[in-house]
């Protein structure tokens, strides 16, 4: 069973960087296709960034610029580094590590943790 912990979260001013970070218990990150999502209290959950295994990433169109998403294979961690946040950025973030072998598909997430922009 793959855990993902994630950390980073935390308050920050408008304009303020926040890193995150998702530690999976396995050596998946370098085989998974990994991602951010957020869902904002009211909304649902949307897709914030990717890194697929072949290094491969995207972004949503309205963190592009402002986010970077990243991963260490020797740590089994990925990362989200957000700078210029908004507070529409606001939302409890989920790291999700997604394994396509069809028939099958192997989605893991982890427990969220909050984003909070304020002044």
């Known amino acids: 069973q793959v855990q993902l912990v994630e950390s980073g979260g935390g308050l920050v001013q408008p304009g303020g960087s926040l890193r995150l970070s998702c530690a999976a218990s396995?050596?998946?990150?370098?085989?998974?296709?990994m991602g951010w999502y957020r869902q904002a209290p009211g909304k649902q959950r949307e897709l914030v960034a990717d890194?697929?295994?072949?290094?491969?990433?995207a972004y949503a169109a309205s963190v592009t610029g402002r986010f970077t998403i990243s991963r260490d294979n020797a740590k089994n961690t990925v990362y989200l580094q957000m700078n210029s946040l908004k507070p529409a950025d606001t939302a409890v973030y989920y790291c999700?590590?997604?394994?396509?072998?069809?028939?099958?598909?192997?989605?893991?997430w982890g427990q969220g943790i909050q984003v909070t922009v304020s002044s």
């Open positions: 396995g050596s998946i990150v370098n085989c998974y296709d």
């Open positions: 890194i697929a295994s072949g290094g491969r990433s």
């Open positions: 999700n590590a997604l394994l396509k072998r069809p028939p099958y598909a192997y989605d893991y």
